[in-house]
Protein backbone atom coordinates (compact mmCIF):
# COMPACT_ATOMS: atom_id res chain seq x y z
CA UNK A 1 0.00 0.00 0.00
CA UNK A 2 2.50 1.95 1.30
CA UNK A 3 4.98 1.84 -2.05
CA UNK A 4 1.22 2.37 -4.22
CA UNK A 5 0.93 5.51 -2.79
CA UNK A 6 4.73 6.44 -3.12
CA UNK A 7 4.05 5.91 -6.91
CA UNK A 8 0.76 7.95 -7.43
CA UNK A 9 2.57 11.03 -5.66
CA UNK A 10 5.46 10.15 -8.20
CA UNK A 11 3.17 10.23 -10.91
CA UNK A 12 1.09 12.85 -9.69
CA UNK A 13 4.40 15.52 -9.49
CA UNK A 14 5.24 14.19 -12.48
CA UNK A 15 2.03 15.54 -14.16
CA UNK A 16 1.84 18.52 -12.58
CA UNK A 17 5.55 19.44 -13.45
CA UNK A 18 4.72 18.70 -17.15
CA UNK A 19 1.90 21.19 -16.85
CA UNK A 20 3.97 23.76 -15.26
CA UNK A 21 6.49 23.40 -18.40
CA UNK A 22 3.65 23.53 -20.90
CA UNK A 23 2.17 26.90 -19.05
CA UNK A 24 5.53 28.22 -18.80
CA UNK A 25 6.38 26.89 -22.96
CA UNK A 26 3.07 29.19 -23.19
CA UNK A 27 3.21 31.89 -21.89
CA UNK A 28 7.08 32.00 -23.01
CA UNK A 29 5.34 32.72 -26.52
CA UNK A 30 3.63 35.87 -25.10
CA UNK A 31 6.91 38.17 -25.68
CA UNK A 32 4.73 41.59 -26.01
CA UNK A 33 5.66 44.01 -23.36
CA UNK A 34 5.77 47.85 -22.43
CA UNK A 35 8.84 47.33 -20.55
CA UNK A 36 11.44 46.93 -22.79
CA UNK A 37 12.66 49.10 -26.29
CA UNK A 38 11.82 48.27 -29.23
CA UNK A 39 11.86 49.49 -32.64
CA UNK A 40 7.98 50.24 -33.08
CA UNK A 41 5.86 51.84 -29.91
CA UNK A 42 2.20 52.34 -29.89
CA UNK A 43 0.63 54.49 -27.70
CA UNK A 44 -2.76 54.02 -26.92
CA UNK A 45 -3.90 56.99 -25.69
CA UNK A 46 -3.78 60.53 -27.03
CA UNK A 47 -6.01 63.63 -26.33
CA UNK A 48 -6.26 67.03 -25.94
CA UNK A 49 -8.67 69.67 -25.06
CA UNK A 50 -8.88 72.56 -28.10
CA UNK A 51 -10.38 74.98 -25.81
CA UNK A 52 -8.74 74.53 -22.42
CA UNK A 53 -5.43 72.69 -22.35
CA UNK A 54 -5.67 72.98 -18.40
CA UNK A 55 -9.14 70.71 -18.73
CA UNK A 56 -7.26 67.88 -20.81
CA UNK A 57 -4.00 67.30 -22.62
CA UNK A 58 -1.19 64.66 -23.05
CA UNK A 59 2.43 64.58 -22.79
CA UNK A 60 3.90 62.26 -25.17
CA UNK A 61 7.87 61.10 -24.51
CA UNK A 62 10.29 59.30 -26.28
CA UNK A 63 13.88 58.07 -25.20
CA UNK A 64 16.44 56.71 -27.46
CA UNK A 65 18.51 54.49 -25.16
CA UNK A 66 21.47 53.73 -27.48
CA UNK A 67 24.72 54.80 -26.30
CA UNK A 68 26.41 55.11 -29.44
CA UNK A 69 23.33 55.64 -32.18
CA UNK A 70 21.15 58.21 -33.39
CA UNK A 71 17.74 57.34 -34.22
CA UNK A 72 15.39 58.35 -37.09
CA UNK A 73 11.63 58.30 -36.02
CA UNK A 74 8.31 58.57 -38.16
CA UNK A 75 5.04 59.05 -36.09
CA UNK A 76 2.00 58.27 -37.04
CA UNK A 77 -1.31 60.15 -35.09
CA UNK A 78 -4.23 58.56 -36.34
CA UNK A 79 -7.62 60.14 -35.40
CA UNK A 80 -9.67 58.02 -33.15
CA UNK A 81 -13.04 59.67 -34.51
CA UNK A 82 -12.29 59.77 -38.67
CA UNK A 83 -9.04 57.27 -38.45
CA UNK A 84 -7.43 59.95 -40.66
CA UNK A 85 -3.44 60.55 -40.54
CA UNK A 86 -1.01 63.27 -39.21
CA UNK A 87 2.40 62.32 -39.07
CA UNK A 88 6.17 63.70 -38.71
CA UNK A 89 9.54 62.56 -38.49
CA UNK A 90 11.80 63.52 -35.48
CA UNK A 91 15.78 62.64 -34.80
CA UNK A 92 17.19 61.45 -31.44
CA UNK A 93 20.86 61.02 -30.95
CA UNK A 94 21.97 58.75 -28.35
CA UNK A 95 20.58 59.11 -25.04
CA UNK A 96 18.78 61.86 -26.02
CA UNK A 97 14.62 62.31 -25.26
CA UNK A 98 12.15 64.32 -26.26
CA UNK A 99 8.42 65.58 -24.75
CA UNK A 100 5.72 67.44 -26.50
CA UNK A 101 2.00 67.88 -25.67
CA UNK A 102 -0.67 67.07 -28.23
CA UNK A 103 -2.30 70.22 -27.71
CA UNK A 104 0.41 71.30 -29.77
CA UNK A 105 0.75 68.96 -32.28
CA UNK A 106 -2.63 67.41 -32.93
CA UNK A 107 -5.15 69.62 -30.71
CA UNK A 108 -8.21 68.49 -30.03
CA UNK A 109 -8.09 65.08 -31.46
CA UNK A 110 -8.25 61.54 -29.35
CA UNK A 111 -6.31 58.38 -30.70
CA UNK A 112 -3.86 56.41 -30.38
CA UNK A 113 -0.20 56.92 -31.85
CA UNK A 114 2.17 54.89 -33.82
CA UNK A 115 5.90 55.41 -33.61
CA UNK A 116 8.13 53.54 -35.80
CA UNK A 117 12.35 53.37 -36.39
CA UNK A 118 13.31 54.21 -39.73
CA UNK A 119 17.20 54.57 -41.59
CA UNK A 120 15.75 57.91 -42.68
CA UNK A 121 13.24 56.45 -45.45
CA UNK A 122 12.70 52.58 -44.67
CA UNK A 123 11.64 51.09 -41.61
CA UNK A 124 15.09 49.53 -39.74
CA UNK A 125 16.03 47.73 -36.95
CA UNK A 126 16.60 50.16 -34.10
CA UNK A 127 15.45 48.30 -30.73
CA UNK A 128 16.36 51.35 -28.82
CA UNK A 129 13.16 53.31 -28.68
CA UNK A 130 10.64 53.45 -25.29
CA UNK A 131 7.95 55.87 -24.53
CA UNK A 132 5.34 57.40 -22.24
CA UNK A 133 1.99 59.08 -22.47
CA UNK A 134 1.10 61.08 -19.30
CA UNK A 135 -2.94 62.15 -20.02
CA UNK A 136 -5.41 64.02 -18.40
CA UNK A 137 -8.80 63.68 -19.57
CA UNK A 138 -11.52 66.63 -19.92
CA UNK A 139 -13.52 65.13 -16.57
CA UNK A 140 -10.22 65.35 -14.82
CA UNK A 141 -8.81 61.41 -14.81
CA UNK A 142 -5.01 61.24 -15.27
CA UNK A 143 -2.59 58.40 -16.11
CA UNK A 144 0.68 57.49 -16.99
CA UNK A 145 0.66 54.80 -19.69
CA UNK A 146 3.94 52.95 -21.11
CA UNK A 147 4.22 52.71 -25.02
CA UNK A 148 3.77 49.18 -25.78
CA UNK A 149 7.24 48.14 -27.76
CA UNK A 150 7.28 45.51 -30.28
CA UNK A 151 10.95 44.28 -31.32
CA UNK A 152 11.71 44.09 -34.95
CA UNK A 153 13.42 40.85 -35.43
CA UNK A 154 14.78 40.96 -38.78
CA UNK A 155 17.96 42.98 -39.74
CA UNK A 156 17.23 43.12 -43.10
CA UNK A 157 15.98 46.15 -45.11
CA UNK A 158 12.61 45.97 -46.41
CA UNK A 159 12.07 47.26 -49.86
CA UNK A 160 9.26 49.41 -51.49
CA UNK A 161 6.17 47.69 -52.70
CA UNK A 162 4.56 48.76 -56.26
CA UNK A 163 2.85 51.27 -54.68
CA UNK A 164 4.76 52.88 -53.00
CA UNK A 165 4.39 51.97 -49.84
CA UNK A 166 6.54 49.58 -47.03
CA UNK A 167 4.98 46.52 -45.36
CA UNK A 168 5.33 46.34 -41.70
CA UNK A 169 5.12 42.42 -41.02
CA UNK A 170 3.84 41.45 -37.21
CA UNK A 171 4.70 37.73 -37.86
CA UNK A 172 7.05 36.68 -35.44
CA UNK A 173 9.78 36.72 -38.08
CA UNK A 174 10.32 40.31 -39.27
CA UNK A 175 8.38 42.14 -36.54
CA UNK A 176 6.78 40.36 -33.25
CA UNK A 177 3.56 39.63 -33.41
CA UNK A 178 0.92 41.75 -31.98
CA UNK A 179 -2.27 40.60 -29.27
CA UNK A 180 -5.51 38.95 -30.38
CA UNK A 181 -6.74 38.49 -27.13
CA UNK A 182 -6.15 41.28 -24.25
CA UNK A 183 -7.36 41.04 -20.30
CA UNK A 184 -8.45 43.80 -18.17
CA UNK A 185 -6.78 42.09 -15.29
CA UNK A 186 -9.40 43.11 -11.94
CA UNK A 187 -11.83 46.17 -11.52
CA UNK A 188 -13.54 47.00 -8.53
CA UNK A 189 -17.59 47.18 -9.39
CA UNK A 190 -18.59 49.85 -11.60
CA UNK A 191 -21.28 51.23 -8.31
CA UNK A 192 -18.06 52.32 -6.57
CA UNK A 193 -15.65 53.04 -9.10
CA UNK A 194 -15.60 53.99 -13.11
CA UNK A 195 -13.80 52.21 -15.29
CA UNK A 196 -12.95 53.33 -18.86
CA UNK A 197 -11.59 50.86 -21.76
CA UNK A 198 -9.85 52.40 -24.60
CA UNK A 199 -9.54 49.64 -27.13
CA UNK A 200 -8.70 49.90 -30.90
CA UNK A 201 -7.57 47.47 -33.78
CA UNK A 202 -4.69 49.05 -35.44
CA UNK A 203 -5.21 50.29 -38.83
CA UNK A 204 -3.90 48.72 -41.71
CA UNK A 205 -2.86 52.10 -43.83
CA UNK A 206 -0.77 54.71 -41.95
CA UNK A 207 -0.90 56.27 -45.77
CA UNK A 208 -4.96 57.33 -45.11
CA UNK A 209 -6.20 54.93 -42.47
CA UNK A 210 -8.93 52.44 -42.67
CA UNK A 211 -12.76 52.65 -41.30
CA UNK A 212 -12.75 48.99 -40.97
CA UNK A 213 -15.31 47.46 -38.69
CA UNK A 214 -13.52 45.21 -36.15
CA UNK A 215 -15.91 42.61 -33.54
CA UNK A 216 -14.83 42.22 -30.41
CA UNK A 217 -15.70 39.58 -28.29
CA UNK A 218 -15.99 39.87 -24.36
CA UNK A 219 -16.37 37.27 -21.34
CA UNK A 220 -16.78 38.98 -18.03
CA UNK A 221 -15.89 36.83 -15.04
CA UNK A 222 -16.86 37.88 -11.40
CA UNK A 223 -14.43 37.16 -8.79
CA UNK A 224 -16.65 33.55 -8.20
CA UNK A 225 -15.73 32.86 -11.96
CA UNK A 226 -19.20 33.71 -13.08
CA UNK A 227 -19.49 34.50 -16.58
CA UNK A 228 -21.24 37.11 -18.64
CA UNK A 229 -20.56 37.11 -22.26
CA UNK A 230 -21.36 40.28 -24.56
CA UNK A 231 -19.63 41.69 -28.14
CA UNK A 232 -19.36 44.78 -29.57
CA UNK A 233 -17.60 46.39 -32.48
CA UNK A 234 -14.84 48.79 -32.89
CA UNK A 235 -14.14 51.29 -35.90
CA UNK A 236 -11.37 53.19 -35.68
CA UNK A 237 -11.04 53.97 -31.61
CA UNK A 238 -13.19 53.33 -29.06
CA UNK A 239 -13.51 54.76 -25.50
CA UNK A 240 -16.42 53.60 -23.25
CA UNK A 241 -17.30 52.84 -19.24
CA UNK A 242 -17.61 49.17 -18.95
CA UNK A 243 -21.52 50.14 -17.75
CA UNK A 244 -21.72 51.14 -21.33
CA UNK A 245 -20.47 47.72 -22.83
CA UNK A 246 -22.07 45.49 -20.40
CA UNK A 247 -25.63 46.65 -20.59
CA UNK A 248 -27.52 43.61 -21.12
CA UNK A 249 -28.88 41.02 -18.71
CA UNK A 250 -28.72 43.58 -15.61
CA UNK A 251 -25.84 45.15 -16.79
CA UNK A 252 -22.45 44.82 -15.12
CA UNK A 253 -23.76 45.88 -11.71
CA UNK A 254 -25.56 42.91 -11.31
CA UNK A 255 -22.88 40.32 -11.65
CA UNK A 256 -20.31 42.60 -9.91
CA UNK A 257 -22.32 43.94 -6.77
CA UNK A 258 -20.91 46.06 -4.34
CA UNK A 259 -17.54 45.17 -2.98
CA UNK A 260 -16.63 42.70 -5.57
CA UNK A 261 -14.31 42.75 -8.23
CA UNK A 262 -14.31 40.94 -11.19
CA UNK A 263 -11.81 40.69 -14.72
CA UNK A 264 -12.63 40.56 -18.74
CA UNK A 265 -11.43 38.40 -21.30
CA UNK A 266 -11.74 40.55 -24.81
CA UNK A 267 -10.59 39.09 -28.14
CA UNK A 268 -10.83 39.83 -31.94
CA UNK A 269 -11.13 37.16 -34.82
CA UNK A 270 -8.06 37.85 -38.15
CA UNK A 271 -7.49 41.06 -36.04
CA UNK A 272 -5.17 42.41 -33.53
CA UNK A 273 -6.28 44.58 -30.78
CA UNK A 274 -4.70 46.92 -28.63
CA UNK A 275 -6.02 48.71 -25.08
CA UNK A 276 -5.79 50.10 -21.77
CA UNK A 277 -7.77 51.63 -19.20
CA UNK A 278 -8.33 54.31 -16.78
CA UNK A 279 -9.68 54.00 -14.03
CA UNK A 280 -11.04 56.62 -10.82
CA UNK A 281 -12.73 55.72 -8.15
CA UNK A 282 -13.13 57.24 -4.34
CA UNK A 283 -9.38 56.41 -3.35
CA UNK A 284 -7.96 55.44 -6.26
CA UNK A 285 -6.94 56.64 -9.89
CA UNK A 286 -4.65 55.33 -12.86
CA UNK A 287 -4.47 53.48 -15.70
CA UNK A 288 -2.38 50.65 -17.28
CA UNK A 289 -2.03 48.99 -20.54
CA UNK A 290 -3.89 45.92 -21.31
CA UNK A 291 -2.00 43.03 -21.21
CA UNK A 292 -1.95 40.42 -24.09
CA UNK A 293 -3.34 36.74 -23.34
CA UNK A 294 -3.20 35.47 -27.08
CA UNK A 295 -1.33 36.71 -30.29
CA UNK A 296 -2.55 36.95 -33.85
CA UNK A 297 0.20 34.74 -36.48
CA UNK A 298 0.60 37.64 -38.70
CA UNK A 299 -0.86 40.78 -39.53
CA UNK A 300 0.58 44.10 -41.90
CA UNK A 301 0.73 47.88 -41.43
CA UNK A 302 1.42 49.48 -44.87
CA UNK A 303 3.33 52.97 -44.29
CA UNK A 304 4.82 55.60 -46.96
CA UNK A 305 8.09 55.95 -48.15
CA UNK A 306 9.58 59.07 -46.72
Not at 190 to 211: Q, V
Not at 274 to 281: A, D, E, K, N, P
Request: charged fraction near 15%; aromatic fraction near 10%; charge should be negative.
Amino acid sequence: MTEQIIRRLIQTTLAIAALVLFNVAALAQINFSDVRPGSVLFFNRYTSNANNTALGDTQINITNVNPTESASIQLFFVDGSTCSIADFGLSLTPNQTMSFLTSEVDPGIQGYIVAVATDGSAPTQFNSLIGTAFIRENDGRQAFLQAISVLRLSSETNNPGDDGSFRLRFNGAEYERLPSTLAVTSFNSEMTDSNTLIIYSPTRDLFFGSTDAVNIFVLLFDDMENSLSSSFTVRCYRTDTLTTLFNRQGGINRHVPLGKTGWIKLSASGRPILGSVISRGPVFMGGYNLPAVALLSSYEISIPVF
